[in-house]
T-cell receptor, first 115, second 113 residues
Framework: GAVVSQHPSWVICKSGTSVKIECRSLDFQATTMFWYRQFPKQSLMLMATSNEGSKATYEQGVEKDKFLINHASLTLSTLTVTSAHPEDSSFYIC???????????FGDGTRLSIL | GNSVTQMEGPVTLSEEAFLTINCTYTATGYPSLFWYVQYPGEGLQLLLKATKADDKGSNKGFEATYRKETTSFHLEKGSVQVSDSAVYFCALSDWNQGGKLIFGQGTELSVKP
């Protein structure tokens, strides 16, 4: 149980394009999902908290207009990297929380490479 | 503010050796504590958790005890296998801050046959 699916797992695109990453909770409903960014050999950095039906809460220093988050249903949150540039290349990971105080369950991540 | 500190890696062990990865935390409230494992190229998997002082989390031979007096949550395993090679993250979640996870820097474990 508690499976989180993230898609795509790997994407390569040209500078200036927008990329959408999906995060789905497959066997549970998730009121809250989280988006993280991870650089090589480093820990996870929380980008934003996504709540179903409301605006995402971004961490300090994360550009809202650059990283658009939509949480339209209890099983799906999307992260769109708009006008992506090489410095946006990274490993993006989502997680979904069961209930208000359950543990977070993570997707397998999306490796984004901007050329 | 809240923070998590883990021992630096990489940690290299021979198969069947005893493993300890130290984790200490700083928190203003009463957080829940977690260990996550990340295999190469993958997301994180929840390994074990503890929600209050003196709780012991255990899974797949790994265990960790929530020690409030020493603000620690050290990960242990009696006999590691090559398949345990991964990066291990200690984390805390403070419900007074919306349940956000705060991660340690991660400890890479390499187990040699």
């Amino acid at each position: 149980g508690a499976v989180v699916s993230q898609h795509p797992s790997w994407v390569i695109c040209k500078s200036g394009t927008s990329v959408k990453i999906e995060c789905r909770s497959l066997d549970f409903q998730a009121t809250t999902m989280f988006w993280y960014r991870q650089f090589p050999k480093q820990s996870l950095m929380l980008m934003a908290t996504s709540n179903e039906g409301s605006k995402a809460t971004y961490e300090q220093g994360v550009e809202k207009d650059k990283f658009l988050i939509n949480h339209a249903s209890l099983t799906l949150s999307t992260l769109t990297v708009t006008s992506a540039h090489p410095e946006d290349s990274s490993f993006y990971i989502c997680s979904a929380r069961i209930g208000q105080r359950g543990p977070q369950h993570f997707g397998d991540g999306t490796r984004l490479s901007i050329l | 503010g809240n923070s998590v500190t883990q021992m630096e890696g990489p940690v290299t062990l021979s198969e069947e050796a005893f493993l300890t990865i130290n984790c200490t935390y700083t928190a203003t409230g009463y957080p829940s504590l977690f260990w996550y494992v990340q295999y190469p190229g993958e997301g994180l998997q929840l390994l074990l958790k503890a929600t209050k002082a003196d709780d012991k989390g255990s899974n797949k031979g790994f265990e960790a005890t929530y020690r409030k007096e020493t603000t620690s949550f050290h990960l242990e395993k009696g006999s590691v296998q090559v398949s345990d090679s991964a990066v291990y993250f200690c984390a805390l979640s403070d419900w007074n801050q919306g349940g956000k996870l705060i991660f340690g820097q991660g400890t890479e474990l390499s187990v040699k046959p």
